[in-house]
C-alpha cells in the first residue's frame, strides 16, 4: 500500500490525527486516536513483556523527563548532538544536508533496484540477484557512484569538514525539492535539544533541556537500580518514554517527529564480553520482529561503518516502509562511554564490585534501542491490504482489512447482533459483550446490515466478529468469523471468552 493511503486510512479509522489540526496543525507533532493508542499500548506491551517479564535479569524503571543539565553535557549531548543543516535562499527551506545527499543516492539506488527486478522477472527462478549485482556493469558503476558519494559525505561530518557537504551538494546538482532552486546558503550545525528554563533561576543556570534519549535516565540511575534490586552484571534496565528532538523534517508522517516514544534497554556487562552480548541482542532482537510475522525480505541489519562518539560496534534493524528501508531500531555497544562519563562530570563513583571476580569495574554497556512510533508505522504500513474477496451474490468485490497480529490489533472482538430492533438478540449480544469485555477490548456494533460492520471491523483489524443471530437464541451458539481467512463457524456461547483470549494472547510470541 502506498505510503498516501497509509496516512489517510490511519486518519481516516481513528489512528492518527495531525496534531493542533483546527490551528493548521504543528509540523512533526501527531496525536493518537482511539484505535491508535490501543495498538500503540499493544506494541508497549509486547516489548515490555518480552524485556522485562521474559528475562529474570532485566529490570524496569520510568525516568523523569527533566534531568540535570550537567547530565547532557557528560553525555556529549550539548557538544555533538548536531544535525547538518542547510537553507534554500529561494525558497527559505531547511533541509539536512545528508539526507539530501542520501535522497540524491537513494534515486540510484531505485534504478538499480528495477534492474534487479527486470532481471528477476527475465531468469525466472534460476535468478541470483547476488552474481547479477555483481557482474552487471551498468549495476556496479552505479553502486560505485553511490559508495563514492557516500564514502565522501561520511567522511566530511567526521571530520566536521561542512564546507566540503556544501562542495558535494553542488557538485551533485542537487536542487532544492520545494522550488527546484540550487541556490544554497552554507551548511552549519544544529543542536537538537529543546530546551526550556526553570522558573527560580534565570540565565544559562536554569537552562533544562528536554530529554532526547530515554537512555541517561538509565545510566544516572545504574547503581541504584542494580543495589536496590540486588542484580548482578550480567543484567538490563528498560524503559519505554518520551524523547524531544528538534529534527527538520519533511512529509515522513511519524517516522521522524519532534516528540516521539523509544523503548530502550541497556544491559550492562564485564568489560571484554560487549561484542558476544552485542551479537545476541541483535539476533534476539530481530527475532522480536520476526514472531510478529513480519517477512524476512521486510527486515535488514545495516552494520554502522560511521560509529557515534561512543559506541565501538553498531547496526540498525531496517524495515521496508512504504519508502524504502529506514532505520526502526538501533543496537549499539556503547562501551563503559556514559557511566565514565558522569562519574567523571558528578564526582560519584559508578562502579560495580564482581563479586566472581573479585574486583570493581565500569560495566560495558550493549543497548537495543527502538522507536515506539516507528514500530506503529512500520506495522501499521505492513497490516493495511486490499484484497479480492468473495461477495455475497457470488462474485468479489474488494475490501481494506489490516492484517495485524492478533495480539496487536486494537480490537480483539466485535459482538455483532443481526437485528438491532430484536430486544432479544441485542440483549444477548451485550450479555456476551458484558463477559468478554472483563478480558479484552471489546466493541459492541448494532448499526448497520452486517457486511457493512465486518468490513468496518476489517478496516481497523479486528481479528474476530462474533454474530448472534436468531438461532443463538435457540441453542446459544453464535457465529464466529475470522478476519483473514473469512472463516466462519458456529460455536457455543460460553466458547467465545476463551477462543479470543487465546488466539488474541501474546503466549504464541514469547514461545
Ligand atoms: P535517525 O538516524 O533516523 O535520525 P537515530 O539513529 O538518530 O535515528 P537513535 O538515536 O538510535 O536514532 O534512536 C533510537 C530509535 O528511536 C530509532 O531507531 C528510531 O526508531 C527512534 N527515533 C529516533 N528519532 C526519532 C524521531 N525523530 N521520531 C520517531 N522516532 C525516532
Not at 363 to 392: H, K, N
Not at 495 to 504: L, S
Request: with cysteine; aromatic share 10%.
Amino acid at each position: 500500500m502506498d505510503f498516501k493511503n497509509v496516512i489517510a486510512h490511519c486518519k481516516e479509522y481513528a489512528f492518527i490525527y495531525q496534531s493542533s489540526e483546527i490551528y493548521d496543525g504543528l509540523a512533526a507533532t501527531y496525536d493518537y486516536g482511539p484505535y491508535g493508542v490501543e495498538l500503540k499500548n499493544n506494541i508497549k506491551s509486547y516489548w515490555w513483556k518480552s524485556m522485562v517479564q521474559m528475562h529474570e535479569n532485566i529490570v524496569g524503571l520510568d525516568a523523569s523527563i527533566f534531568m540535570h543539565p550537567k547530565v547532557w553535557k557528560a553525555s556529549g549531548h550539548v557538544d555533538a548532538f548536531n544535525d547538518p543543516l542547510i537553507d534554500n535562499k529561494d525558497s527559505k527551506k531547511r533541509y539536512r544536508a545528508d539526507q539530501l545527499i542520501e535522497g540524491y543516492c537513494e534515486k540510484i539506488d531505485n534504478k538499480i533496484r528495477k534492474d534487479v527486478e527486470k532481471a528477476r522477472k527475465r531468469f525466472g527462478d534460476d535468478f541470483d540477484e547476488g552474481q547479477f549485482r555483481a557482474t552487471n556493469q551498468r549495476i556496479i558503476d552505479r553502486q560505485q557512484k553511490i559508495d563514492g558519494i557516500l564514502g565522501r559525505m561520511n567522511q566530511s561530518l567526521t571530520d566536521e569538514n561542512l564546507e566540503d557537504v556544501k562542495a558535494l551538494i553542488e557538485e551533485l546538482e542537487i536542487a532544492c525539492p520545494a522550488s527546484g532552486s540550487k541556490n544554497w546558503t552554507d551548511v552549519r550545525q544544529f543542536n537538537l535539544m529543546f530546551s526550556t528554563q526553570l522558573g527560580n533561576i534565570s540565565g544559562e543556570e536554569g537552562k533544562l533541556y528536554l530529554r532526547p534519549e530515554t537512555a541517561q535516565g538509565i545510566f544516572v540511575n545504574f547503581l541504584n537500580v542494580q543495589k536496590t534490586s540486588r542484580q548482578k552484571v550480567p543484567f538490563g534496565i528498560a524503559q519505554i518514554g518520551k524523547a524531544f528532538r528538534n529534527e527538520i523534517v519533511a512529509r515522513q508522517f511519524i517516522f521522524r517527529m519532534k516528540e516521539f516514544e523509544q523503548m530502550e534497554m541497556q544491559f550492562f556487562v564485564r568489560p571484554g564480553t560487549e561484542m558476544e552480548w552485542y551479537e545476541q541482542w541483535k539476533a534476539t532482537r530481530l527475532n522480536w520482529h520476526k514472531a510478529l510475522g513480519v517477512p524476512e525480505n521486510k527486515l535488514r541489519f545495516h552494520d554502522h561503518e560511521k560509529l557515534a562518539h561512543y559506541a565501538n560496534a553498531a547496526s540498525d534493524i531496517e524495515f521496508e516502509f512504504p519508502f524504502g528501508f529506514r532505520e526502526l531500531e538501533g543496537i549499539h555497544s556503547r562501551t563503559d562511554f556514559d557511566l565514565n562519563q558522569h562519574q567523571e562530570l558528578s564526582g560519584k563513583k559508578l562502579q560495580y564490585f564482581d563479586p566472581e571476580l573479585n574486583e570493581n569495574y565500569v560495566p560495558y554497556v550493549v543497548e537495543t534501542s527502538i522507536g515506539c512510533d516507528r514500530m506503529f508505522l512500520a506495522q501499521v504500513s505492513l497490516a493495511l491490504q486490499e484484497e479480492e474477496v468473495p461477495d455475497a451474490k457470488g462474485g468479489t468485490s474488494t475490501r481494506t482489512v489490516m492484517k495485524f497480529h492478533p495480539a496487536l490489533a486494537p480490537v480483539k472482538c466485535a459482538i455483532l447482533p443481526l437485528l438491532k430492533n430484536n430486544e432479544a438478540l441485542v440483549k444477548a449480544s451485550k450479555d456476551l459483550y458484558n463477559q468478554v469485555k472483563f478480558d479484552v477490548n471489546a466493541q459492541y456494533d448494532e448499526k448497520d446490515a452486517i457486511g457493512k460492520r465486518y468490513r468496518r471491523q476489517d478496516a481497523i483489524g479486528t481479528p474476530f466478529c462474533i454474530t448472534v443471530d436468531h438461532q443463538t437464541l435457540e441453542d446459544n451458539t453464535v457465529t464466529i468469523r475470522e478476519r483473514d481467512s473469512l472463516d466462519q463457524q458456529r460455536i457455543k456461547m460460553e466458547e467465545v471468552r476463551g477462543i479470543v483470549v487465546e488466539k488474541c494472547s501474546m503466549h504464541s510470541l514469547f514461545e
